[in-house]
């Protein structure tokens, strides 16, 4: 079987102007093929469009992240896995003697299997078959946005508790220093506010577009360059995290 190739952070960056290029043209022909559902051919929302194509980018380039740092540290690439799975996150037993009325507690104890939340992270980061990292991808996030993130992180890390927690960004809307890149980020005080109620998931927060989400200046508007160091810094993190599976 032949090695995959590991991609290159030269790539990552050519990558990201190529597709910030298709989304362009895609906002600018009304008949892009992409602007049309595979299913019955109807138009598609374009507002949709455009969010779904950067999700998919921020997705491609943080797998090729993960890859690069995993392939810094061993060339052993077969124990490295990544994936976008879903996990099935149990009812809690607990909460099922809570319930005063006896037909529903009955009914969900004789079907307890089937009571699940299927939860899904962005990319799951497997080594040697073991869940050691998920990783949330967001073209930008806020802080109403960063709940839900902590909230699935909290449920995951219920069935896998040293996991790491990271959440990659293209843009930030979070206030603080988050969108500008120093080497030591201190934050913000709504964000870090929202964290400390979440007291078992420890989230690494890592922008790669620099300067604050303008909602009037989207990216496919107002070219935002996305630089070789930043990509390097994203890598350095994933490094120091992925060490000890070495």
Same mark, same amino acid.
């Given at each position: 079987?032949?090695?995959?190739?590991?991609?290159?952070?030269?790539?990552?960056?050519?990558?990201? @102007? /190529?597709?910030?290029?298709?989304?362009?043209?895609?906002?600018?022909?009304?008949?892009?093929?992409?602007?049309?559902?595979?299913?019955?051919? @109807?138009?598609? !929302?374009?507002?949709?469009?455009?969010?779904?194509?950067?999700? !998919?980018?921020?997705?491609?380039?943080? $797998?090729?992240?993960? +890859?690069?740092?995993?392939?810094?540290?061993?060339?052993?690439?077969?124990? &490295?896995?990544?994936?976008?799975?879903? /996990? *099935?996150?149990?009812?809690? @037993?607990?909460?099922?003697?809570?319930?005063?009325?006896?037909?529903?507690?009955?009914?969900?104890? *004789?079907?307890e299997k089937k009571y699940a939340y299927d939860l899904c992270i962005d990319k799951h980061v497997y080594v040697d078959n073991v869940l050691v990292m998920g990783i949330e991808c967001k073209a930008y996030t806020e802080n !109403?946005?960063? +709940?839900?993130? &902590?909230?699935?992180?909290h449920f995951l890390q219920l069935i896998h508790k040293n996991i790491t927690c990271c959440l990659f960004q293209l843009e930030s809307q979070l206030g603080g220093d988050y969108s500008k890149l120093p080497k030591t980020v201190?934050?913000?005080?709504?964000?870090?506010?929202?964290?400390?109620?979440? =007291?078992?998931? /420890?989230?690494?927060?890592?922008? &790669?577009? =620099?300067?604050?989400?303008?909602?009037? +200046?989207?990216?496919?508007?107002?070219? +935002?360059?996305?630089?070789?160091?930043?990509? $390097?810094?994203?890598?350095?993190?994933? =490094?120091?995290? &992925?060490?000890?599976?070495?």
């Open positions: 079987m032949p090695k995959e190739k590991v991609p290159t952070i030269a790539g990552i960056v050519r990558i990201y @102007k /190529e597709k910030i290029n298709e989304i362009v043209s895609v906002v600018n022909d009304p008949n892009h093929p992409l602007r049309k559902d595979k299913k019955d051919g @109807k138009k598609r !929302a374009i507002g949709g469009v455009v969010r779904s194509l950067k999700g !998919a980018l921020l997705e491609h380039i943080t $797998e090729k992240i993960v +890859k690069i740092a995993w392939h810094n540290l061993t060339e052993d690439t077969s124990r &490295l896995r990544i994936s976008s799975g879903k /996990e *099935a996150i149990p009812i809690k @037993k607990s909460y099922i003697r809570r319930i005063k009325d006896q037909q529903i507690r009955k009914r969900i104890q *004789a079907n !109403a946005m960063l +709940k839900r993130v &902590l909230v699935d992180f201190f934050g913000s005080f709504s964000t870090h506010s929202i964290m400390s109620y979440f =007291e078992n998931v /420890e989230l690494h927060i890592f922008t &790669l577009l =620099e300067g604050e989400r303008n909602i009037n +200046k989207p990216i496919h508007k107002f070219f +935002k360059p996305l630089e070789y160091g930043n990509v $390097e810094r994203a890598v350095k993190l994933l =490094e120091h995290h &992925l060490r000890k599976f070495v």
